[in-house]
């Protein structure tokens, strides 16, 4: 029996089941259908072999030197939310008038959605060139984690180059020095890896906790002091809606769209064959305007539009600034387009009237609107959600913030990082014998961006029964929630790790990893890191054992033959290599 079929991933399906019950009862229900591999051509029998396979330990592993899996079952989760995601999504089409009956995806689908961007960035090719240069390779003690003198472990946050000067002058570093931290701390959310100079490293642990405390506090710099307990500071659950006020005497609520459902044809399916008519996509006529930056609101706007939703985005005059970022794609930076390809764009100022003006008349025609906006800043500009709801009661407004409202009403910046260390997620995804610290993989980014648009689907579905919209409050730290992980940070031994070979990497299977004496007879027979990661596997398999290669060059991924159905490769029109949409619909 193959493996994908031997233990169902329990995880992803606990928390598609989760997210289903909070989502609006009455949706018509569809079947779901979710394994490990879905269409990537290889034998994944576990979340571990997918972190493998996929591009996780890789990417995750950068900054301490090589490839290193996440200790909890992150890929699962992610895949969990696609599935609810799909199902509530082909609910609505079925509410629509579409005859959708099954969705399918799978942990891999889930893994590969998460490095996007990183796989963007390694096969980005220059307009009539060839690949832009990939990101920096793996570097130990890339981490940004601080260590103080009293032995205190911290987190810093700012977006503010000035702010960052002025509180390493705090700690008696030149600003020339402190000048070149700048552009690797804030590369690291494109590169995964953060190899400050030394010098300030040894300023900071040569001062006490209170002292970067009250530096941080006096230059306007957020900090955060990392703990070992993995277990989340708070429980709030994914999302909030909160339902428009009833609908007026004599109002309509929204009918099915009156625009035609265009026919998709599923583009790298592992199952239907090519181009065979597949159903209509679920959101098809149905329309999303999102004002957002970075990535946790560009990818909920994203997955709607996988969905099949014309998505609209406002951009300040000129474009979006990350455009631009290195390494582009033709001429736009690829982790831009891994995000937003294919988005119409609308230009507008909102510091003034005419500009928020235009906001007002898009969300007077869309279905949902989507903001990550700072705390208040809707308020300030007069785009609340009290604000647009009165123009449009069955309009869906979603705020995808960093922190909800778990740290009050002056809470640190809302960045993937610090959401780590806030929900213990930086404690939990490494072993107890490695010190706290994120993951600089962003992995609440992306999980928050999902949750966001799973938020949206539900108030969807809410609103197919009752024809009214409402708020949907979400943050990074609701979706860090999610992940589950023991009460103590767990303990791996050797095997736990990936093993060098001679070309590379491998990580067992499960099997091998419940029979180490097995793996260490045939350790005795020759030095692992002498024969290839062919020849491992070759042996290991005569052994009965299984194990999987770990993929360390996303650019090698994307032209990986078992990864033919489940990414698309780059093209005249899109310069990067990018996973296909993670559901199948029939």
């Known amino acids: 029996m193959s493996p994908r079929t031997v233990v169902r991933p329990v995880v992803a399906a606990a928390v598609a089941d989760r997210l289903l019950r909070h989502t609006a009862p009455g949706v018509p229900q569809v079947r779901r259908t979710l394994d490990w591999a879905g269409p990537v051509g290889r034998e994944l029998p576990d979340e571990r072999a997918v972190q493998a396979a996929c591009g996780l330990m890789h990417i ?5 030197g090589g490839p290193a899996p996440l200790a909890v079952d992150y890929a699962s989760v992610v895949a969990g939310v696609l599935a609810a995601q ?14 959708l009956r099954e969705v399918r995806t799978s942990v891999a689908q889930g893994a590969l959605l998460a490095v996007g961007q990183y796989l963007a960035a390694a096969t980005a090719r220059e ?11 793996p570097c130990a003690g890339g981490l940004a984690t601080l260590e103080t003198a009293d032995g205190a472990r911290v987190e810093l946050e700012t977006l503010d180059p000035s702010a960052w000067r002025e509180f390493w002058a705090r700690l008696g570093v030149p600003p020339a020095l402190a000048g070149r931290g700048w552009l690797p701390f804030q590369q690291r959310f494109a590169t995964a890896v953060c190899p400050l100079p030394g010098e300030l ?5 040569r001062r006490t906790l209170p002292d970067l405390r009250a530096a941080a506090y006096d230059t306007g710099v957020s900090l955060l002091t990392l703990g070992a307990d993995p277990a989340p500071a708070v429980h709030p659950e994914p999302w909030r809606l909160t339902p428009a006020p009833a609908v007026r005497p004599g109002h309509r609520p929204p009918a099915p769209a009156a625009t035609p459902i265009p026919r998709r044809r599923t583009s790298g399916s592992a199952h239907p064959a090519p181009d065979v008519p597949v159903p209509p996509l679920p959101l098809a006529g149905l329309r999303v305007v999102e004002s957002t930056r970075r990535v946790q609101g560009p990818l909920a706007g994203h997955v709607l539009g996988m969905l099949g939703a014309e998505v609209i985005r406002i951009e300040p005059p000129g474009g979006d600034p990350m455009r631009w970022l290195p390494p582009l794609a033709g001429d736009t930076s690829a982790r831009f387009t891994a995000l937003n390809a294919g988005k119409r764009v609308v230009e507008a100022d909102l510091t003034t009237a005419r500009g928020r003006e235009t906001v007002r008349a898009l969300a007077a025609e869309a279905d949902a609107f989507v903001h990550n906006w700072a705390p208040g800043k809707a308020a ?6 009290c604000d647009l709801l009165s123009d449009r009661p069955a309009l869906v407004y979603a705020w995808a913030s960093g922190f909800g409202d778990t740290l009050g009403g002056r809470p640190p910046l809302g960045t993937d990082y610090l959401a780590q260390v806030h929900s213990g997620l930086a404690a939990a995804v490494r072993p107890a014998d490695e010190p706290p610290a994120p993951s600089l993989m962003t992995l609440t980014d992306v999980l928050g961006g999902l949750v966001c648009a799973q938020g949206v689907l539900a108030a969807l579905a809410h609103r197919t029964r009752t024809g009214r919209g409402g708020r949907v409050d979400s943050s990074l730290v609701s979706a860090a929630a999610l992940i589950p992980r023991p009460a103590h940070r767990v303990r791996w031994t050797a095997l736990d790790r990936p093993v ?4 590379g990497h491998l990580y067992l299977g499960p099997k091998a990893r419940a029979h180490p004496e097995a793996v260490h007879r045939l350790l005795g027979r020759a030095e692992g890191s002498a024969l290839t990661t062919d020849e491992w596997t070759h042996r290991l398999a005569e052994a009965g054992l299984t194990a999987t290669p770990v993929h360390t060059d996303l650019a090698a991924l994307a032209d990986d033959p078992a990864f033919k159905a489940a990414v698309a ?11 296909h949409a993670p559901w199948e619909f029939a």
Do not use: M, Y
């Not at 307009?127 to 390779?137: F, K, L, M, V």
């Not at 060098?500 to 070309?503: E, G, K, Q, S, W």
């Open 86 to 99: 799909g199902a509530t999504a082909a609910g609505i089409g079925r509410a629509r008038g579409l005859d």
């Open 60 to 64: 995750h592993g950068r900054a301490t």
């Open 380 to 385: 300030r500009l007069g785009l609340d959600a």
């Open 201 to 205: 490293r040894a300023a900071a642990r």
């Open 569 to 579: 490769p780059p093209d005249p029109l899109i310069g990067h290599a990018r996973p």
């Open 500 to 503: 060098r070979t001679a070309d």
């Open 127 to 137: 307009a009539d060139g060839p690949p832009s240069t990939a990101g920096p390779e």
